[in-house]
Structures are given as C-alpha cells and as structure tokens.
C-alpha cells in the first residue's frame, strides 16, 4: 500500500507566464507557496481473487478488467504514461481536502500525487524536479490539457518559491528564504474563501494561450511583479506593499482573457476592496472558484462579516511538498 500527500498552491504572481507558448519565447516567472490543504492518492496491488483487475474510486467507483475501461483520464492515461501494462491489479483510491476545478491546482497536484504514488509502488523513487517534470510532460504532451508549468512544480516541491521558465524549455526553482516572523506577518493578513462554483480551467487557459502574443505588454508586467513582491517581503518595506501589488496584478490579468472575472467575482471583490481589503485575486486560469484577499488583521473581523454568505476557509503555508506518507511492499 502506498499513499501520496501532494499539497494544492496558492500562486501570487506571474502566472499566465508560464505557458510553454509564453516562456518558450519570453521566459517567466511565478511566486507561489503551498498550503495545508492536500490530494491524498492511495494505490495497491490488488488481490488475485476479486473478479475485477482494476478498481478507482473517486467521484465513481470503477470496477473494471482491463485499463482501457478505466474512465477517470487521468488514471487510464496515467497507468499507461508509467508503464502499467497489466503486469499488476491495481487498486487507487482518490481524496481531496478541496474540490476539483476551482483554482488551487488540483489536477497537477493529483497528476503529481499518481506519479509518485505509482512510481512508489514499482519501486522507482524521483527526485522533486523529475516529479515535477513527469507530471507537466504528462499533463500537456499526454493529457493535452491547456495548463502551464507553474502548478506541478508547487505541488512537487512544496514551499514558497519562484520558478523561472526559460526559453529553451528548461525550469529553476528558486525557494523564498524570508524571516519566519515575515511569513507569519503575511499569513495573518491573507483570507481565501470559496465562491461556490468551478468551472473547467482548460477552456479559460485556451483563451489565454491563444492570445498570448497579442498580450505581450500584460505579461512582462506580470513577470515584473514576481520579482518586485520578493523584493517587498525581503525588504523593510511595510508589507502593506505586498498587498497593493496584488492588486494591480488582478487588474493586470482580468485583461488577459474576457473569462477571467465576471460580474460575481467583480462584486465580490469590490465588496472586499470596500470592508477592508487592500488586495486579493481569483485564484488559478480564472472564472470562478476560490479568491484570496490581502487585508490587514485588525481588519480582517469586518471583511469576514461583510463576506459571511461564502466559505471562509483557514490555512498555513506548507513547505513539503509531494510526500509518501504510508509505504509498504506487502501485497
């Protein structure tokens, strides 16, 4: 029995940079930490004597023989993309701290969590960068899914990093050394709640690809900021700084795609803006899903109020990453 803890992101700054048809001629960049909140994949080699060869179970329950009848993509696909050629029964078991397709990254941390959960389970142990890599050639040359670089490199490495994209394909993470009194300071002052809604992200980063080109000036401001953020939280500056920056890069990406906000997420935001909020961005391609507001604490009691009709949900940064938390050979 193997079992895989793999943490969701919350990205600050830079994404939409790192598409491949962005970074591939521009380089980019991404700020981004993940947080307490994981996908948790269980997998075991399954008995000889059930009547079924494979079973998955996650919003269905998947009793099947062969991996061909397997309709979860990302597991049919998946087994095939490691090997998995009907040496083996398996059973894989699916839960999540969040839901699916609402901006934390979920499929590249359930991408990232299968990878290492199987590998695992054939005896393989990857690095986090070959994690990293498995689980973005998998999800765009596999998959073909509309996604960027950004989420599987959080979810693999954990913490709070910069990852740079560079024009010749290859990727550096770069992890945020900061006072521990700093990172508290910036946890205290950062709300997500949950809209209620989701949406399949891939439509909304197509639009974004496809227009990529057209929205070259966006994009380098974007990059710009990644580094102007580290700058703010390393620095002295009041870290009010960090959530005015923030705001300016929601404006920044609502230009990127007509998808990315709507009059919904416009009110909510606004209503933030309006009870205390310095700044804050719907989280993930866009459209809906969770939102994360910087407020300062004294604050943060009126915001809660004036939003008590959604989700709040309470969190701490997490610097793992992808682990293994159970692992035994036994059948």
């Known amino acids: 029995m193997i079992i895989s803890k793999t943490p969701y992101r919350v990205s600050f700054f830079g994404g939409g940079t790192d598409y491949p048809a962005w970074y591939r001629k521009h380089g980019g960049a991404v700020l981004s930490t993940t947080i307490d909140k994981y996908c948790y994949i269980s997998c075991r080699v399954l008995p000889r004597f059930f009547d079924h060869k494979y079973r998955v179970v996650w919003s269905h329950i998947e009793n099947v023989a062969t991996i061909s009848e397997i309709l979860h993509p990302a597991v049919r696909e998946g087994l095939r993309y490691l090997g998995v050629n009907g040496e083996m029964g398996l059973e894989i078991h699916h839960q999540g701290d969040l839901p699916a397709r609402a901006g934390m990254g979920s499929s590249s941390a359930f991408a990232v969590g299968l990878i290492k959960a199987i590998t695992a389970l054939k005896g393989r142990m990857l690095d986090k960068h070959q994690l990293a890599m498995a689980a973005i050639d ?97 620095g002295s500056v009041p870290i009010l700084e960090f959530g005015r920056l923030l705001n300016r890069s929601w404006r920044l990406k609502q230009r990127l795609a007509d998808k990315i906000s709507n009059p919904t997420i416009d009110r909510i935001y606004q209503k933030a803006l309006d009870n205390g909020a310095v700044g804050g961005k719907l989280l993930g391609a866009g459209g809906a899903g969770f939102m994360i507001f910087f407020v300062p604490p004294e604050k943060r009691r009126r915001l809660q109020q004036a939003l008590e009709g959604y989700l709040q949900v309470p969190f701490r940064f997490e610097t793992q990453g992808a682990t293994l938390i159970h692992y035994s050979n036994e059948e």
């Open 138 to 234: 998998f999800e765009q040359n596999v998959l073909k899914e509309n996604v960027g670089s950004q989420d599987q490199m959080a979810a693999a490495y954990g913490g709070f990093n910069i990852f740079r994209f560079n024009p010749d394909g290859s990727i550096k993470a770069e992890p945020i050394t900061l006072p521990q009194a700093r990172i508290r300071e910036l946890e205290s002052h950062l709300l997500m709640l949950y809209t209620g809604t989701s949406r399949l992200s891939t439509e909304i980063a197509g639009e974004i690809i496809g227009q990529v080109e057209r929205r070259e000036e966006v994009l380098l401001q974007m990059r710009q900021m990644v580094d102007q953020a580290v700058e703010i939280l390393s």
